[in-house]
């Protein structure tokens, strides 16, 4: 018996396996995401290189002044691009800030794409070398690992394999980097970051430089997640919950502090938060609405959703 908090999966038995593989590859990822909401996936497709370095490139990013950290803020954009400072974004049930500051990398598009005014341009960080370079590459790399997760998702579903292609091609996703800074005074009551579910589709989590992240398992015990080498924390996010109505599970997960004598060791941690377009209709699938599990949402869209969502975390006024 294994003592992992969460199953783990391989998705090269979906990309590339036999239709057996591929069966039984569809089935475990729903499962997990059912049951738990939350998987661990080997062989996904990420580089271990390309992750190394955006983690060096971050590490610098974050070591910089503060003075110069602000000037890659971008004022009334919600931290949908460039740098956030410290303090600034808490759970939405906790009015105390997390102890963590990030940079935020949104979608790629051409000038003349029709979305193009929905999609800021991405802050260029000169000062950092090949910062915005890997940025892009690992932004692409997750895309195209969650396309297959979602495509696997999708079978599970009863729907088209291809369905999410059309919402997630484009879509509103945004790669973060997080630094949580060494500890330095008895914190007031904050944590690095406060238990949470995350808004979008869903997360790809490529392990942190330290331990602590948490979830909320079914008999309400947090339990620490600690990823394998090379392996990628996948879980749920809202929305997805939301258009299955219930049915996958966005669990509840944290960022405690660590023990005191660990106090001086930051923390640095990568998330891809997977979002379809501002126009996907988030209204619950029919197959997921039963007599057990009644209708649980109004419609709305993920655009909708993600502007509330934005306000109950402080990122948008």
Same mark, same amino acid.
């Given at each position: 018996?294994?003592?992992?908090?969460?199953?783990?999966?391989?998705?090269?038995?979906?990309?590339?396996?036999?239709?057996?593989?591929?069966?039984?590859?569809?089935?475990?990822?729903?499962?997990?995401?059912?049951?738990?909401?939350?998987?661990?996936?080997?062989?996904?497709?990420?580089?271990?290189?390309?992750?190394?370095?955006?983690?060096?490139?971050?590490?610098?990013?974050?070591?910089?002044?503060?003075?110069?950290?602000?000037?890659?803020?971008?004022?009334?954009?919600?931290?949908?691009?460039?740098?956030? %400072?410290? $303090?600034?974004?808490?759970?939405?049930?906790?009015?105390?800030? &997390? #102890?963590? /500051?990030? +940079?935020?990398?949104?979608?790629?598009?051409?000038?003349?794409?029709?979305?193009?005014?929905?999609?800021?341009?991405?802050?260029?960080?000169?000062?950092?070398?090949?910062?915005?370079?890997?940025?892009?590459?690992?932004?692409?790399?997750?895309?195209? %690992?969650? $396309?297959?997760?979602?495509?696997?998702?999708?079978?599970?579903? &009863? #729907?088209? /394999?291809? +369905?999410?292609?059309?919402?997630?091609?484009?879509?509103?996703?945004?790669?973060?980097?997080?630094?949580?800074?060494?500890?330095?005074?008895?914190?007031?009551?904050?944590?690095?970051?406060?238990?949470?579910?995350?808004?979008?589709?869903?997360?790809?989590?490529? $392990?942190?430089?330290?331990?602590?992240?948490?979830?909320?398992?079914?008999?309400? /015990?947090?339990?620490?997640?600690?990823?394998?080498?090379?392996?990628?924390?996948?879980?749920?996010?809202?929305?997805?919950?939301?258009?299955?109505?219930?049915?996958?599970?966005?669990?509840?997960?944290?960022?405690?502090?660590?023990?005191?004598?660990?106090?001086?060791?930051?923390?640095?941690?990568?998330?891809?938060?997977?979002?379809?377009?501002?126009?996907?209709?988030?209204?619950?699938?029919?197959?997921?609405?039963?007599?057990?599990?009644?209708?649980?949402?109004?419609?709305?869209?993920?655009?909708?959703?993600?502007?509330?969502?934005?306000?109950?975390?402080?990122?948008?006024?």
């Amino acid at each position: 018996m294994s003592d992992r908090t969460i199953p783990v999966v391989d998705l090269s038995k979906f990309v590339n396996g036999s239709e057996e593989e591929r069966t039984a590859f569809v089935s475990e990822l729903g499962r997990a995401f059912h049951e738990v909401g939350f998987v661990g996936v080997v062989n996904h497709g990420v580089r271990k290189e390309l992750v190394d370095d955006f983690y060096r490139a971050s590490k610098d990013f974050f070591s910089l002044p503060v003075s110069q950290k602000r000037q890659f803020k971008i004022d009334g954009l919600a931290g949908q691009r460039g740098y956030t %400072s410290f $303090g600034t974004e808490h759970a939405k049930q906790s009015q105390v800030a &997390d #102890l963590k /500051e990030f +940079f935020q990398i949104g979608q790629y598009v051409a000038p003349d794409h029709p979305l193009k005014e929905q999609y800021p341009d991405n802050v260029d960080v000169p000062v950092i070398d090949r910062f915005n370079e890997l940025s892009e590459e690992l932004y692409k790399s997750f895309e195209k %690992s969650g $396309g297959h997760l979602l495509r696997a998702i999708a079978l599970h579903l &009863d #729907l088209d /394999e291809d +369905f999410f292609d059309n919402h997630i091609n484009d879509g509103n996703s945004i790669l973060r980097t997080i630094h949580y800074p060494p500890i330095t005074e008895e914190p007031r009551s904050a944590i690095r970051a406060e238990q949470h579910e995350d808004i979008n589709l869903i997360t790809l989590l490529v $392990g942190a430089s330290a331990g602590g992240l948490q979830l909320l398992n079914a008999q309400n /015990e947090w339990q620490d997640i600690t990823p394998g080498e090379n392996e990628i924390v996948i879980n749920v996010g809202d929305m997805l919950q939301r258009f299955t109505n219930n049915y996958l599970k966005s669990t509840t997960h944290r960022v405690v502090n660590p023990p005191r004598e660990q106090w001086h060791v930051p923390r640095l941690s990568i998330p891809f938060f997977l979002h379809p377009v501002s126009a996907m209709d988030l209204s619950c699938l029919e197959q997921c609405i039963t007599d057990e599990r009644p209708l649980a949402y109004e419609p709305i869209t993920a655009g909708e959703y993600l502007d509330e969502r934005l306000r109950e975390i402080g990122l948008k006024k």
